[in-house]
């Protein structure tokens, strides 16, 4: 199981390698103090606790810490809506979930 989730990992930072050097940006600015944790905050959209920074503006360097406080649900509803959902099955599980 464990190299299973290893090798999917692999192949998604192969696959995003933008999205995943502007995830490690915000990781560092948690960590050195210049962001707090998005636990910390509530959800920009419904007010409950949020769980993830959502990167509304994209993955450019130039919008690496421009980032929104979202709980999961809501963050969940960002991509549908932006399409950045994987195959059509998912988004349409997802969406069931999200309304």
Do not use: F
Not at 31 to 37: A, E, K, N, V, Y
Not at 54 to 79: F, I, N, P, W
Request: overall charge positive; glycine content about 8%.
């Amino acid at each position: 199981m464990l190299r299973d989730r290893t090798e999917e990992n692999r192949r998604y930072r192969l696959r995003n390698p933008e999205k995943v050097r502007i995830r490690n940006i915000v990781t560092h600015a948690i960590r050195d103090g210049l962001l707090p944790s998005a636990k910390t905050r509530t959800c920009m959209d419904c007010g409950k606790p949020a769980a993830r920074w959502d990167h509304y503006m994209g993955y450019s360097q130039r919008y690496a810490l421009t980032v929104e406080a979202v709980c999961v649900k809501c963050c969940t509803g960002r991509e549908i809506r932006r399409g950045n959902v994987g195959n059509k099955a998912t988004k349409g599980n997802l969406a069931r979930k999200v309304s």
